[in-house]
Every structure is written in C-alpha cells, then in structure tokens.
C-alpha cells in the first residue's frame, strides 16, 4: 500500500514511538481503574490525552499511539454512549494526537497511528495476554471492522493493529482491515517465541507476509527481552519493516491490577533491534517520556 507512512518506513530511517499512555496519565493525576482505561477521558478530559501526546512528542517521538485501545462501541455503549457518540469519540482519539502535534515545538513530521486493540481489552479482564475467546474468526471480524471503519474515517496515518494474543485474531484483523485506504501494522503480545496462545511466531508472522494493507509486523506489550528473537523472526518470514514497543520488563498482575517486578528496558538496547531489522520503535506500558527520549538520542543518525 502506497501513502506517506509506507514510504517513511521504505527510507530506512527508523521512527521513534510514543510510550505509555496509561503511565502518563496516572503520572499527571488520573484515574484508569475504569474498564474503559484511558478511553474513558476522551469523553471526561481529551485535554489530558493531548498533553500526553505532547509531552511524547517533545521528548522525540515521531508516532503518537492514539487512547483508542480500548474505545469500543460494546465499551461505550455500557457507560450510555449510542453508536454515533462512540465514533465521536473514536475520531476524537485521533485528533487528540494531531492536535498534540500541532503544539509540538519541532521541525520533524509527526505520524498519528490509530489505536485498535484485542477483543480481549474490550472485556477488560486481562484475556488480551491469554487470547482463544470462544469466537470464530469471523466473529472477531465482525467485531472488529466497525471500530476500524471508524479509526480509518477519522485519517489517521496508520492503524495500529495492537497487542494481538493469537493468531486467530489477527486473521480476523487482517481481514477488517481490507480496503479502508489506510495503512496498518500488526503487533502481537508474546511470551517467549510464541504468541500469548502459545502459537509459534514463524506461524504468527506468515499471516501478515501477503497483507498488501500491513506496512509492518512485529511485538508490543511484552518483555524487551523478547524482543530480539522477534525482529528476527519477522524480517525472515515477512521481509516487511518491523515495529517493537515493550512494556518496561514489569509484569501485570491482572486481577490485582498493577504492576509487579523490575524495569529492564535499556534504551541503549534499540540500536541492536534496529540492525536487526526494527523501523518503529518504542515502548509500550510503563515506559514514559524519558525513557523514549533516550530511546530517540540512541537512534538519531551520528
């Protein structure tokens, strides 16, 4: 698929992701024990997403990751909201970021990638790390294309097909994502070599290798330490750019809900998943704009 984004990541350079955004905003005083999680500001406070965004942007992000993850019309419709309020909302999520980027005080061209996560974010239990939710594919297709239908209305740079446990969904993804006119990457939640359902990466990646709609495949929401026989894997068996953003190292404790253990993200460790085939990266929960701006002096051409 040809458009801006694609022909960035065809120059080579590597671009510079945002961080979390659930970790900014709690670091800014906000409350996400709500099942809609960031989500739920952008009907109480999109202010706040905005400054999120920004503060990502000025530490050196390229790409701002929209609070759309868990913006569904089901979520919505819980709290009250009718179908076109959610797509509101939805659209709202992809402003917010452009209009951090308006505000940025930078000469880089800043990308705005649209936010769709797991089915399992939807019921806010923490099955996005387990995946096999009973559903068929066309299921999850029927569940999905909706929402990305709205994403892609609004413009945004590229979907971010994110988090994804198994390769069940992802085909559903693959297959709601068709003829939208937007570019999108895949990312998958994985353990070790395997995806969170335990399906080999080889298996994982193949899915996406022919999906003219896909401009990168790759890892989000996971150990660092994964992250480099992931690269590998996805170069060899899909020859696309590749995207990486793991969480901090911590892990989440679902039913307490919190994080536990240590960080062992090492901003001196991108250059090693940027020769070995990274063109996006950054991180994902508990890596904030310090780190990402690390991230972005360890990447910048010498």
């Known amino acids: 698929m040809t458009s801006d984004f694609a022909d960035a990541l065809a120059s080579g350079r590597p671009l510079v992701l ?31 997403l905005v400054k999120a965004h920004l503060a990502y942007f000025e530490a050196g992000a390229d790409v701002a990751i929209t609070a759309s993850y868990q913006a569904t019309f089901e979520g919505f419709a819980r709290r009250g909201a009718g179908r076109e309020r959610a797509a509101e909302l939805m659209a709202l999520s992809v402003e917010s970021a452009r209009e951090a980027a308006r505000r940025a005080r930078t000469d880089r061209r800043l990308w705005v990638a649209a936010s769709a996560g797991p089915y399992g974010a939807m019921l806010a239990d923490g099955s996005e790390y387990r995946g096999r939710y009973g559903l068929t594919v066309a299921e999850l297709e029927r569940f999905h294309r909706p929402r990305l239908e709205a994403l892609a209305a609004a413009r945004p740079d590229v979907l971010a097909l994110e988090t994804v446990p198994d390769t069940e ?54 150990a660092p330490e994964d992250v480099p026989g992931a690269v590998e894997t996805a170069v060899r068996v899909t020859g696309k750019s590749v995207v990486v953003y793991p969480n901090s190292g911590e892990s989440w404790d679902a039913e307490a809900r919190s994080w536990k253990g240590r960080s062992s993200f090492d901003a001196r460790q991108v250059r090693r998943w940027r020769a070995a085939g990274a063109r996006l990266i950054g991180g994902c929960c508990r890596v904030g704009p310090e780190t990402i701006g690390s991230v972005a002096a360890a990447l910048a051409p010498v």
């Open 169 to 222: 969904e992802a085909a559903a993804l693959l297959r709601a994502v068709r003829g939208l006119g937007v570019p999108a990457w895949l990312s998958y939640t994985v353990a070790g070599g395997r995806t969170r359902a335990g399906q080999p990466l080889e298996d994982a990646f193949a899915l996406a290798a022919d999906a003219a709609e896909v401009v990168a495949v790759g890892v989000n929401c996971c």
């Open 18 to 48: 945002d961080g979390g955004m659930s970790n900014q905003l709690e670091s800014a005083g906000h409350d996400l024990s709500d099942d809609l999680w960031s989500a739920r500001l952008l009907a109480e406070d999109p202010e706040a």
